[in-house]
């Protein structure tokens, strides 16, 4: 009787928690704290009442800490992106001070602990951080940096590169400093946006987009396409859910823990 009664519970349980969890998650991150992203892509979240993921390197300054101090207060997530951004200055063009190659591991995880501190002075806000590797490179000096960063305790989450097919479906393997994201070319169409969430959907599973600017700046997601994305999620909020990278890897782990 006992185990029958046991059962039953298990049962009820899961389908309420079926029921009140939507069908997939998509999470929108923006890279390097850009202009269009405070001037076009905020306003667009805030309309149709959506939270993003930003991320910032230490080039904010007096002029935009205020206004991304008041983004964090709407509920945004200010996130870790490095202090510098250090790419291989054989992909990107930048100062040779911030080539990746002539960084160690040391400087590296120095330089994201110093930039959890500056994110404090901004918001306030919860640590550790999330992270978002620069250039999408795991390695400096050519020594791969995941499981130092893992080790540190300096961020909770880390994300990663990926192309359109970056459709995360097994949770279980997912590595929580290495989650893949669609990182959005120049120039996107809504229709192209829209495709991929319809992807997760078929999938049950999530989806990260990467994007940086939104309407200016670079790598340059049109204003339109992005507000048909937003639009879209908007239209289909009882099957999708729209949350911050911490939030929805928040929900991954609860799900591995259960």
């Given at each position: 009787m006992n185990r029958v009664f046991l059962v039953l519970m298990i049962v009820l349980h899961f389908t309420a928690y079926?029921?009140?969890r939507k069908k997939v998650i998509i999470v929108l991150t923006y890279d390097d704290g850009l202009a269009s992203q405070l001037d076009?892509?905020?306003?667009?979240?805030?309309?149709l009442g959506f939270k993003g993921t930003f991320f910032l390197t230490g080039y904010v300054g007096p002029k935009t800490i205020p206004r991304w101090r008041q983004?964090?207060?709407?509920?945004?997530?200010?996130?870790?992106?490095?202090?510098?951004?250090?790419?291989l200055l054989t992909t990107v063009k930048g100062n040779a001070a911030n080539n990746s190659a002539n960084y160690s591991v040391y400087m590296m995880l120095r330089e994201i602990g110093e930039m959890n501190n500056l994110l404090f002075a901004v918001d306030g806000g919860v640590s550790p951080r999330t992270y978002a590797y620069p250039c999408t490179e795991v390695a400096v000096g050519g020594i791969n940096y995941v499981d130092s960063l893992r080790q540190s305790g300096l961020?909770?989450?880390?994300?990663?590169?990926?192309?359109p097919d970056a459709v995360i479906t097994d949770f279980k393997k997912l590595d929580p400093l290495q989650v893949p994201a669609w990182g959005i070319h120049a120039g996107v169409t809504g229709d192209e946006l829209i495709a991929f969430v319809k992807k997760v959907q078929?999938?049950?599973g999530?989806?990260?987009?990467?994007f940086h600017g939104v309407g200016g700046d670079y790598i340059t997601t049109p204003a339109a396409a992005h507000k048909k994305l937003?639009?879209?999620?908007?239209?289909?909020?009882?099957?999708?859910?729209?949350t911050t990278f911490?939030?929805?890897?928040?929900?991954?782990a609860a799900l591995n823990h259960n």
């Open positions: 079926s029921q009140s076009i892509a905020i306003p667009q979240l805030d309309s983004m964090a207060l709407k509920g945004h997530e200010l996130a870790n992106h490095s202090l510098y951004h250090p790419c961020v909770k989450y880390a994300r990663i590169g990926g192309g078929q999938s049950g999530m989806g990260v987009l990467m937003l639009l879209y999620l908007k239209q289909h909020e009882n099957e999708i859910e729209v911490r939030a929805g890897m928040d929900g991954v």
